[in-house]
T-cell receptor, first 109, second 116 residues
């Protein structure tokens, strides 16, 4: 399974943008880049996914580098409810997800 | 659509006892996954079903673990002769299958198992 590298933790302030980086230098051409997040005491929750192009949805934006070896999850205006562990995962289609340790995001009021 | 549900939410058992967890996926979701999560770690894949067929099992799933999905609806995960190392959150997820192959997984709230 292709691996990803994320910072262990990040901190930001409420109502400011947050950029969560992910490195995946061994990504293959058919790997999708997924982001899930896990709020305290809950199961993981899908955030966004992409293959080559940048993606936007109501929760976040995903910026993918041209060589696909890195990506950034962007939360445009962080709220306290965005405090969670964010996981960057590579997967091909409807297969198992291989989670790393993720980035623990703290939002300061 | 009420989402993925799991029962029980919490289970405390003594070492050596058997436990069974249930997962009810979102209706009409063909795929059902089980993951295990220990404190401070990301979830680890255990096994998954497509309809009633168990298609993949992780090496983490020892002989004491068994999962079923009769009739392709709900699933059960049984742990026999529990050990303290089995203490973890057991997560269930489900997903549909589309021809594009790329779908998100919907997770339940998990069952927290404590083995004393």
């Amino acid at each position: 399974d292709a691996k990803t590298t994320q910072p262990n933790s990040m901190e930001s302030n409420e109502e400011e943008p947050v950029h969560l980086p992910c490195n995946h230098s061994t990504i293959s051409g058919t790997d999708y880049i997924h982001w899930y997040r896990q709020l305290p005491s809950q199961g993981p929750e899908y955030v966004i996914h992409g293959l080559t192009s940048n993606v936007n949805n109501r929760m976040a934006s995903l910026a993918i580098a041209e060589d696909r070896k890195s990506s950034t999850l962007i939360l445009h205006r962080a709220t306290l409810r965005d405090a969670a562990v964010y996981y960057c995962i590579l997967s091909q289609g409807a297969q198992k997800l291989v989670f790393g340790q993720g980035t623990r995001l703290t939002i300061n009021p | 659509d009420t989402g993925v549900s799991q029962d029980p939410r919490h289970k405390i058992t003594k070492r050596g006892q058997n436990v069974t967890f249930r997962c009810d996926p979102i209706s009409e979701h063909n795929r059902l996954y089980w993951y295990r999560q220990t404190l401070g770690q990301g979830p680890e894949f255990l096994t998954y079903f497509q309809n009633e067929a168990q298609l993949e099992k992780s090496r983490l799933l020892s002989d004491r673990f068994s999962a079923e999905r009769p009739k392709g609806s709900f699933s059960t995960l049984e742990i026999q002769r529990t050990e303290q190392g089995d203490s973890a959150m057991y997560l269930c997820a489900s997903s549909p299958i589309f021809w594009t192959g790329m779908v998100e997984q919907y997770f339940g709230p998990g069952t927290r198992l404590t083995v004393t």
